[in-house]
């Protein structure tokens, strides 16, 4: 009988069951999904044929806007030219190329790149190289990582456990030992509705002096921060607070890894935070972007100095086990070579700074509407926090959310924060329709 039971069983094609979705109230979506068919530029066309007007890049990866020519072509001539090649002891030759082309962009110093497939994975490679990099100095007491409260680093265990979203910690056991946070840096009594970097804040940085105090320096091998926090509510960093990190990083020999995976590849003006900014890190992570969000790809960074400490060994030992099979995927790293040659031909890494004001000034127009407690924005993001109901945290939000849909538009929430994160080629009056469209919605959920 068993046996007989074994054949396929038919497949009803509209069932939503079987698919556990990440993220999502399953249970919630199912009555009433939101079903997305195709995308073209700004705009996805969902299965009932609405056009859905992108405000978000899908998940803040799509900067330069959906299905671009010369991305879609370069991934479809690399699967029929090498669809596969491992880079444990082999390579070819567009993993060198893109290495060297992030190296070449990112800022200087930062002149070694390791692959992986996701923002988490980035993350948990840049830990990893980060304790390891201590121990072939012979440090290897340096075991503890710092991050900081409201950080999101991905869901590996090595992220959810320097991040400080606790929804994404508590289920999940006890994490990594040794780590640490940093306070947050949102703090809304006296920079509600910043534009640009809010004016106070920095001291919060000397919580990490308080970190060395309280475990000693040497015990210390990184702090884990994003320059802008983005899926925790668009958290921008007070002026001169990444300044000050840094330099606490260098009294102390602590190594900072900023966590670029939405910050880079054009979204706050600059090809990364850290050169909007000026300050430089010792490792950075991306991913998202790098492939304008087509082939899943990380990207972790890291400086001379580092690279230079794993290459002291006999030349015949491995220096650095770790990696994954996907490493440096061939058509991902296709990908990245045709979406930086799109970012280029475009002018698109610099055009969130020359939008910047006029964004500024379309979503600080909704100062005003009814329960919007804060607006914050800097280059092409905007974080607009509502008040919550009484008694349902991110009830508002989330009814803004699908409203915003049923409206046409994709926006995203975390908490009772929409965030919105258009692609780089949003044109003045799309930003005009973004703008327009939420203010309606906010009106319908006060
Ligand atoms: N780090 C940051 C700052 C992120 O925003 C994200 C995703 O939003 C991640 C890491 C995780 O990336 P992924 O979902 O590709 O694993």
Redesign the pocket.
């Known amino acids: 009988e068993a046996l007989a039971d074994a054949g396929p069983r038919p497949v009803a094609t509209n069932n939503l069951e079987a698919f556990w979705m990440p993220f999502t109230a399953n249970r919630q979506f199912k009555s009433a999904p939101r079903l997305l068919a195709s995308a073209k530029d700004m705009h996805y066309v969902a299965t009932d044929g609405r056009r859905i007007l992108d405000a978000t890049s899908g ?2 990866c799509v900067n330069a806007g959906h299905c671009r020519p010369k991305i879609v072509e370069a991934i479809q001539a690399q699967v029929a030219e090498l669809d596969f090649a491992p880079t444990f002891q082999f390579g070819h030759p567009k993993a060198f190329e893109l290495a060297s082309r992030l190296a070449a962009m990112a800022p200087s110093g930062l002149d070694h790149v390791f692959f992986s497939n ?4 980035a ?1 948990d490679t840049a830990l990893k190289i980060a304790l390891a990099y201590h121990r072939a100095r012979g440090e290897g007491q340096r075991f503890r990582l710092i991050g900081r409260e409201r950080g ?4 590996g265990f090595g ?1 959810i456990s320097v991040g400080g979203m606790v929804a994404n910690r508590k289920t999940f056991g006890p994490g990594l030992p040794a780590v640490d946070h940093l306070r947050h840096t949102h703090d809304p009594e006296r920079n509600a509705f910043s534009r640009g970097l809010p004016e106070h804040g920095a001291e919060l940085a000397d919580d990490l002096e308080r970190m060395v105090a309280l475990h000693g320096a040497e015990t210390i091998a990184a702090v884990i921060v ?1 320059p802008l926090a ?2 925790t509510g668009v958290l921008v960093p007070p002026k001169g607070y990444l300044e000050r990190l840094r330099a606490i990083c260098d009294r102390h020999g602590l190594l900072l890894i900023f ?1 670029e ?2 910050t880079g590849f054009g979204r706050l003006g600059a090809p990364f935070a850290s050169e909007r900014f000026g300050v430089t890190p010792d490792i950075m ?1 991306t ?2 972007g790098v492939t304008n969000g087509t082939i899943p790809m ?1 990207a972790t960074l890291v400086s001379s100095a580092i690279y230079d400490a794993f290459m002291q060994g006999p030349e015949n030992m491995i220096d650095l086990f770790h990696g994954y099979t996907y490493t440096g995927h061939p058509i991902a790293c296709a990908a990245a070579l045709a979406t930086l040659d799109t970012y280029q031909a475009e002018g698109l890494l610099t055009r969130a700074l020359q939008l910047e004001t006029r964004w500024a000034d379309a979503v600080h127009s909704l100062k005003g509407l009814p329960h919007v407690i804060d607006i914050r924005t800097l280059g092409l993001v905007a974080g607009i926090e509502l008040e919550p109901i009484e008694g349902q945290p991110t009830a508002r939000a989330f009814s803004a959310f699908r409203k915003a849909f049923d409206a046409g538009m994709m926006i995203r929430t975390t908490g009772d924060i929409i965030a919105l994160s258009p692609p780089l080629i949003v044109s003045e009056a799309q930003i005009d329709e973004i703008v327009g469209t939420l203010a309606d919605v906010i009106k319908s959920v006060a």
Request: zero cysteines; a negative charge.
């Open positions: 998940l803040w996701s923002g988490s994975e993350v999101y680093h991905g869901v992220g994003e983005g899926s966590d995976v939405i992570t991913a998202k990380g």
